[in-house]
């Protein structure tokens, strides 16, 4: 398995709290990014990095930012929590997006619930 | 990205081959198929991909057509740890996200 952890596992938090989720690798992989995924909507990016300081929107980034100052860690902030925002998220990493042999490894995920 | 067609859920003999179909009559000359797959509760795990040639690899065959309009992804033995939901994902060498459909459950019986 790719060695990705994702921090916290779990979280329940209250509407309007600043969130914060943490993915480290240790592969040294240049992209990294962030899912989410909710039951009828498999799973959906939000936001990714190609490299250290270099992010970009995905398809329902509305309400996220992220963060990568160094290649290991890629932060989620949920800067004003909404319960809308209740999922599983994934982070997931990969070398190289423009070789055809990339591929995209998960993370164990973080349950976060927003009350 | 292509669209797949997956069935909704399937059941295979512990032991068996596990035969996953997918379609992705829409596929373009530069896109994929990928397969992964997610045991519950668990981040996606991926299992094998291909162009337009047949690949394996040690947890899975992938057979594609010749006019790659439609795969298949076989499990040669299965067993019970293979129950998970399993996606075909139709992707352009680039692109940035996977586009996870609904997947098809596998259930391995004993």
């Known amino acids: 398995d790719a060695g990705i952890t994702q921090s916290p596992r779990h979280k329940v938090t209250e509407t309007g709290t600043p969130v914060t989720l943490r993915c480290h690798q240790t592969e040294n992989h240049r992209y990294m990014y962030w899912y989410r995924q909710d039951p009828g909507h498999g799973l959906r990016l939000i936001h990714y990095s190609y490299g250290v300081k270099d992010t970009d929107k995905g398809e329902v980034s509305d309400g996220y930012s992220v963060s990568r100052s160094k290649t290991e860690d890629f932060l989620l902030t949920l800067e004003s929590a909404t319960s809308s925002q209740t999922s599983v998220y994934f982070c997931?990493?990969?070398?190289?997006?423009?070789?055809?042999?990339?591929?995209?490894?998960f993370g164990p995920g973080t349950r976060l619930t927003v009350l | 990205d292509a669209k797949t067609t997956q069935p909704p859920s399937m059941d295979c003999a512990e032991g068996r081959a596990a035969n996953l179909p997918c379609n992705h009559s829409t596929i373009s000359g530069n896109e994929y198929v990928y397969w992964y797959r997610q045991i519950h509760s668990q981040g996606p795990q991926y299992i094998i991909h291909g162009l337009k040639n047949n690949e394996t690899n040690e947890m899975a065959s992938l057979i594609i057509t010749e006019d790659r309009k439609s795969s298949t992804l076989i499990l040669p033995h299965a067993t019970l740890r293979d129950t998970a939901v399993y996606y075909c994902?139709?992707?352009?060498?680039?692109?940035?996200?996977?586009?996870f459909g609904q997947g098809t459950r596998l259930t391995i019986n004993p």
């Open positions: 994902i139709v992707r352009a060498q680039g692109a940035q996200k996977l586009v």
């Open positions: 997931a990493i990969s070398e190289d997006s423009k070789i055809s042999t990339d591929t995209q490894y």
